[in-house]
């Protein structure tokens, strides 16, 4: 009987489930966790503990999430989403953490990874994880180049996409940015992927192919049915409208979606995509916008020396603006020259 009320338990409402996911994708993280713990069942729905964790690792509260985890991984052993999560938080808590514990962490964290991947052979995000671990790590620590290589093979039989962004993935862990450019290129499948198009994105921004990379980004925010891969591509379109000369007029409206959607929410990039929107109205001539939005960053405290000095120089510059041109002399006109006397 306490098994099946466990079970009636763990069933969620797909209406709340989704409201829930939608905080998370606006990144409002701390009402969802708020709304989350006042439910007395939270701990007993492992979709609501996939997405709790979901928001603290999105926060870099890794170790929070890894207590989290050890707790949900505990009571779902058998939700992939759940082990990949914990397995993600273990290798990332490794990489930041004590060297002593790093070699432990990391196991256990590749384990967590195999094991979602048993349990759901199609969890490609899982697969990637571990292509990327044995990638990037070290020997002494599980790295492994060969079984990287090994397994995006494998991967190839089940999602050329998916294999592809591995295989794009390691050439960029080994420091090839163009073999990766030019693999992508080769390989893009038609249609083609928001996840590609955006790493293509990526890797033009990094070699400095700004245009291209402006269209890859436009692209994948088109081909996107992810809200975060959708709005992250949004920003860089906006981004580079101002870094690279892009177009202002596309630049501004990416960024005007990408404000309205994060509106009230706590995501980190909210301050330099207003202040990059600030730059393209400013560029635009529509100086009465762009002085509104610099207006809504004079109080925010943003320990970024490059944000700062840019935001200091577009407030000279709107001031500059906003001052009015001094006067011209008038001098009195004369018909004739003073010294000749008038009729």
């Known amino acids: 009987m306490k098994t099946l009320l466990f079970l009636l338990a763990t069933v969620l409402p797909a209406q709340e489930l989704a409201h829930f996911e939608q905080l998370l994708a606006k990144s409002q993280f701390t009402e969802l966790e708020q709304q989350l713990v006042k439910r007395p069942d939270y701990k007993q729905q492992d979709a609501l503990l996939v997405l709790y964790a979901r928001a603290l690792i999105s926060q870099q509260r890794l170790e929070d999430a890894n207590t989290l985890l050890n707790y949900a991984v505990e009571q779902f052993p058998a939700n992939s989403e ?28 590749v384990a967590l990874l195999q094991q979602a991947v048993q349990l759901k052979p199609d969890h490609f995000a899982a697969r990637q994880a571990l292509i990327d671990f044995y990638s990037i790590a070290p020997a002494s620590a599980g790295g492994d180049k060969a079984l990287a290589d090994q397994m995006a093979q494998q991967l190839a039989q089940d999602s050329p996409a998916q294999a592809l962004l591995a295989q794009s993935r390691i050439l960029l862990n080994e420091k090839k940015p163009a073999e990766a450019l030019a693999l992508l290129e080769k390989m893009m499948p038609n249609p083609p992927t928001a996840r590609l198009l955006a790493r293509k994105a990526q890797i033009e921004n990094e070699l400095g192919a700004y245009q291209q990379a ?12 992810d809200l975060t891969e959708k709005y992250t591509a949004l920003y860089h379109i906006g981004r580079l409208a ?90 009195p006109q004369t018909d004739k020259p003073a010294n000749q006397t008038q009729v």
Do not use: C, H
Request: glycine share 4%; charged share 20%; no cysteine.
């Open 82 to 109: 759940l082990n990949y999560l914990a397995g993600l938080s273990k290798i990332r808590l490794a990489s930041d953490g004590n060297v002593f514990a790093a070699k432990e962490r990391a196991a256990r964290g």
């Open 214 to 225: 402006f269209v890859s980004y436009q692209q994948a925010a088109d081909y996107a049915t």
């Open 242 to 331: 101002v870094v690279a000369d892009q177009d202002a007029n596309l630049g501004i409206k990416a960024l005007q979606q990408y404000l309205e959607f994060f509106k009230d929410s706590e995501n980190p990039s909210l301050p330099w995509a207003t202040l990059r929107l600030a730059q393209l109205m400013y560029r635009t001539g529509d100086n009465f916008e762009a002085t509104l939005l610099v207006g809504s960053l004079t109080n925010a405290k943003i320990e970024d020396e490059e944000f700062n000095l840019i935001l200091l120089s577009l407030l000279s510059a709107l001031k500059s603006k906003a001052q009015p041109e001094p006067a011209a002399e008038i001098k």
